[in-house]
């Protein structure tokens, strides 16, 4: 069974950085891509970052390029986002998921975690 | 605003057929699959259709989806009280290079 469970969220002054990870079990880490999808509260879904399975390739929503960075490390089954110069409208939900393929690209998520939360507040 | 264009709200009585549409452009629904995600209260969302129509195991036939030129829909047959929850489409986007999410769609089984 697929397992996706994301830590280090938490309340951060804006300007500042912080970084969530995700553990992973329950599949073949490094045989598929890996994503960041965020939920702002009461809001939608708004992918943040996406990830190719050997870390050859990633994306980022304009609202996060620049500032967001996203890795993983295959050996230890983890995926991380690396947020900084964080703003008020970053506070979200952060979900890990997993893609249904090796790409970030045009391939479906098909498991999602249960998200943590990240709050950007003076 | 979203790039993809879902109705905020849909409802329906049970046993009853409801559809709920997700407008987008030529560089995503346009070019690319359409994804449907179903998130119940408090949780996390998890893939209803991928593939504009294809169900995951464990998904009813009761939900189908449809795609045409640059919109799509999903319909729910047989409308149950435990669909009632919220309704996101997804499709990548060549232009942006990255996926889009369509508002969503909370729908309310009266």
């Known amino acids: 069974e697929v397992h996706l469970v994301e830590s280090g969220g938490d309340l951060v002054q804006p300007g500042r950085s912080l970084r969530l990870s995700c553990a992973a079990s329950g599949f073949t880490f490094d045989d598929y891509a890996m994503h960041w999808v965020r939920q702002a509260p009461g809001k939608g879904l708004e992918w943040v970052s996406g990830?190719?399975?050997?870390?050859?390739?990633?994306g980022y929503a304009d609202s996060v390029r620049g500032r967001f960075t996203i890795s993983r490390d295959n050996a230890q089954n983890s995926l991380y986002l690396q947020m900084n110069s964080l703003r008020t409208e970053d506070t979200a939900l952060y979900y890990c998921?997993?893609?249904?393929?090796?790409?970030?690209?045009?391939?479906?998520?098909?498991?999602w975690g249960q998200g943590n939360l990240v709050t950007v507040s003076s | 605003q979203s790039v993809l264009t879902q109705p905020p709200s849909a409802s329906g009585t049970p046993g009853q057929r409801v559809t709920i549409s997700c407008s987008g452009s030529?560089?995503?629904?346009?070019?690319?699959?359409v994804h449907w995600y179903q998130q119940f209260p408090g949780t996390a969302p998890k893939v209803l259709l991928y593939r504009n129509n294809e169900r995951p195991s464990g998904v009813p036939d009761r939900f189908s989806g449809s795609k045409s030129g640059t919109s799509a829909s999903l319909a729910i047959s047989g409308l149950r009280s435990e669909d009632e929850a919220d309704y996101y489409c997804?499709?990548?986007?060549?232009?942006?290079?990255?996926?889009?999410f369509g508002g969503g769609t909370k729908l309310t089984v009266l």
């Open positions: 997804a499709a990548w986007d060549d232009s942006l290079s990255g996926w889009v």
């Open positions: 998921v997993k893609g249904n393929s090796s790409s970030w690209t045009h391939i479906w998520f098909d498991f």
């Open positions: 990830i190719s399975w050997n870390s050859g390739s990633a």
């Open positions: 030529i560089s995503n629904i346009g070019s690319n699959f």
